[in-house]
């Protein structure tokens, strides 16, 4: 089955700068690698996601970029705010998209004001 | 749009009893939902998948008769927690899958409810 790795498992970044998070994932025919943003008590939000036929997405501060050769997609959040602060998980899903998703560890997002 | 709800938001049970939760697409057909499990700290483990008219599909080391799953419909699953214990205490997170592709909504997309905090005592 897939395997996601994700690091760091906390990142502490000043307001205002850049924070990056990456993931490696196992299996090479996964094709669907969504990006999710958890509060506490509270269920992921989709932020962004990228499919294997695309190199890099934009949304206004947030991006995401894939490797499919190294099997590895990194998160992107530039001009960090306070409100960034939150749990972020990457995900990826193999398959024609009947299975569930296997989630990275989780990286504790702080926001340094 | 792409709204999944979950009910209740939390639930205290004393060991023993069985425990429904519920998991509604409310603006979207869901012909596949997951349940996902996640205990403090931790990430998501996948427990299941739930489709429409079916049985589920459960991962490994996920005792079925224990966590009991239907899906009746296109927009509502539940899931049971048969005879609760306090290794059972976690937060139950359903997910929901769009079919194929409708607007903006693409295939692979899975909405997530706002998750089930069950304690067992």
């Known amino acids: 089955g897939e395997n996601v790795e994700q690091h760091p498992s906390t990142l502490s970044v000043q307001e205002g700068d850049s924070a990056v998070i990456k993931c490696t994932y196992s299996d090479s025919a996964s094709n669907y690698f969504p990006w999710y943003k958890q509060e506490l008590g509270k269920g992921p939000q989709l932020i962004i996601d990228i499919r294997s036929n695309v190199g890099e997405k934009k949304d206004q501060r947030i991006a995401v970029t894939l490797n499919k050769t190294a099997k590895h997609f990194s998160l992107h959040i530039t001009e960090t705010q306070p409100e960034d602060s939150a749990v972020y998980f990457c995900?990826?899903?193999?398959?024609?998209?009947?299975?569930?998703?296997?989630f990275g560890k989780g990286t504790h997002l702080i926001i340094q004001p | 749009g792409a709204v999944v709800s979950q009910h209740p938001s939390w639930v205290i049970c004393k060991s023993g009893t069985s425990v429904k939760i519920e998991c509604r697409s409310l603006?979207?057909?869901?012909?596949?939902m997951f349940w996902y499990r996640q205990f403090p700290k931790q990430s998501l483990m996948l427990m299941a998948t739930s489709n429409e008219g079916s049985k589920a599909t459960y991962e490994q080391g996920v005792e079925k008769d224990k966590f009991l799953i239907n899906h009746a419909s296109l927009t509502l699953s539940t899931l049971t927690v048969t005879s609760a214990h306090p290794e059972d205490s976690s937060f139950y997170i359903c997910?929901?899958?769009?079919?194929?592709?409708?607007?903006?909504?693409?295939?692979?997309?899975?909405?997530f409810g706002p998750g089930t905090r069950l304690t067992v005592l």
């Open positions: 997910s929901a899958r769009a079919p194929g592709t409708s607007g903006v909504r693409t295939y692979n997309e899975q909405f």
């Open positions: 995900a990826a899903l193999s398959g024609g998209g009947a299975d569930g998703l296997t």
């Open positions: 603006d979207f057909q869901a012909t596949t």
